[in-house]
Each structure stands twice: as structure tokens, then as C-alpha cells.
T-cell receptor, first 111, second 114 residues
Framework: GEDVEQSLFLSVREGDSSVINCTYT??????LYWYKQEPGAGLQLLTY?????DMKQDQRLTVLLNKKDKHLSLRIADTQTGDSAIYFC???????????FGTGTLLAVQP | EAGVAQSPRYKIIEKRQSVAFWCNPI?????LYWYQQILGQGPKLLIQ????????DSQLPKDRFSAERLKGVDSTLKIQPAKLEDSAVYLC????????????FGPGTRLLVL
């Protein structure tokens, strides 16, 4: 069945790099997404990667995809206190292309 | 471009009462989704509409939940009667078309059932 797993918590110091990891099970996923959720807010799309790509860079964000291991990571360079939030990875696939979300990783940035 | 709008933002009801949530997607977006996000979990898809037709409602508890999108634009999600375990954030999202298109989320409606 479809399942997406993430570690629950990550703490970094301001200015360091953060790496949030995600594993998924559906090898037929077409797109993989990273969303950010701040307290009391909806989900904000950060970036996404097509399944035939290995890497995508977008300013401070780098997404790495290891399709063989079904492993996705999000690297945030020069992490700022404003990056503190819950980060969700999601796989998209299946007949209706629905999103399957992970449980989210709480990123805490220490000043 | 205006984002996905949802109302109300918060709702507190007692168990066995009814509640309805409203969503207005981004203009021109054909696909609309309702998700349930229980505290500490990721969002779970309840129902997906393509225009005014249902594409996927396999995870919708149909004995108490219903949703409609009559004119292919706005949508309402209803719970009748509510249970304690329905306490969650209900997120609406929309995308331009179905399949490989980015979903944009509204701010959500936070429901507390007492």
C-alpha cells in the first residue's frame, strides 16, 4: 500500500543547513512534493520534483531523489528562524493522481 | 491571483450536531480536493472533484460525511452527525487540471467537537 514516512523532529542552528528526509513506497509516483505548514496556516507549496529527475535546486532549496531507494530529501541552505515550521513530503500517483502525505517533520531553528 | 478561500476558519460544536464547511477554489481550477488533517498527522484525502463530478471518495466516511460541488466552482463539506474523532483541520485545495498539477491549499477550517 501507499505509505510515506518522515522523521518527526529536526533541530538546527540559524545559518546551518537543514536536511529533511522522506521515504515513500509507491514506485509509480509521478511527482513528489515538499510543503511547508506554519502554525495555524494551510500548506504552502515549496517545491516539487518529477520522478525522472535526480535533483532540483531552487534558491536555498535543494531536492534530491533516489528513486531506487524511494528516498526524497529537502536541503535548506542557510536556515533562518523563519524556516521554523512543519515540512510535509507528499507523493502523487495512482489512477486519480491523489497526494499521499507523510506525517510531517517539525523543523526548529535555534537563534 | 486570489488563493483558495475557506470559511469558517474555526468551529466548535457538540457531538451529534451538524456542521458545514465552504470552499471557493482558485478561479479556473477544475479540480477541487477536501482533506482532513488530524493533529500530528499529514493531510488525508477525503474527496476529489473534477468540475462537478466525484473522482475519488474512497476515504470519505459516507455514513456521516457528504460533499457537493454543484456548479463546478464552490464546494461544501458537511458532517452529520459529528463525532469526537472528527476534530481536525479540514483543508480545501484546488488544481488547474487533474494529474501532475500542483495543488494549492486554503487556510483550513479548524473543527473542535466536544
Amino acid at each position: 500500500g501507499e505509505d510515506v514516512e518522515q522523521s518527526l523532529f529536526l533541530s538546527v542552528r540559524e545559518g546551518d543547513s537543514s536536511v529533511i528526509n522522506c521515504t515513500y513506497t509507491d514506485s509509480s509516483s509521478t511527482y513528489l512534493y515538499w510543503y511547508k505548514q506554519e502554525p495555524g496556516a494551510g500548506l504552502q507549496l515549496l517545491t516539487y520534483i518529477f520522478s525522472n529527475m535526480d535533483m532540483k535546486q531552487d534558491q536555498r532549496l535543494t531536492v534530491l531523489l533516489n528513486k531506487k531507494d524511494k528516498h526524497l530529501s529537502l536541503r535548506i541552505a542557510d536556515t533562518q528562524t523563519g524556516d521554523s515550521a512543519i515540512y510535509f513530503c507528499a507523493e502523487q500517483g495512482g489512477a486519480t493522481n491523489k497526494l499521499i502525505f507523510g506525517t510531517g517533520t517539525l523543523l526548529a531553528v535555534q537563534p | 491571483e486570489a488563493g483558495v478561500a475557506q470559511s469558517p476558519r474555526y468551529k466548535i460544536i457538540e457531538k451529534r450536531q451538524s456542521v458545514a464547511f465552504w470552499c471557493n477554489p482558485i478561479s479556473g481550477h477544475a479540480t477541487l480536493y477536501w482533506y482532513q488533517q488530524i493533529l500530528g498527522q499529514g493531510p488525508k484525502l477525503l474527496i476529489q472533484f473534477q468540475n462537478n463530478g466525484v473522482v475519488d471518495d474512497s476515504q470519505l466516511p459516507k455514513d456521516r460525511f457528504s460533499a457537493e460541488r454543484l456548479k463546478g466552482v464552490d464546494s461544501t463539506l458537511k458532517i452529520q452527525p459529528a463525532k469526537l474523532e472528527d476534530s481536525a483541520v479540514y483543508l480545501c485545495a484546488s488544481s488547474l487540471i487533474q494529474g501532475g498539477e500542483t495543488q494549492y491549499f486554503g487556510p483550513g477550517t479548524r473543527l473542535l467537537v466536544l
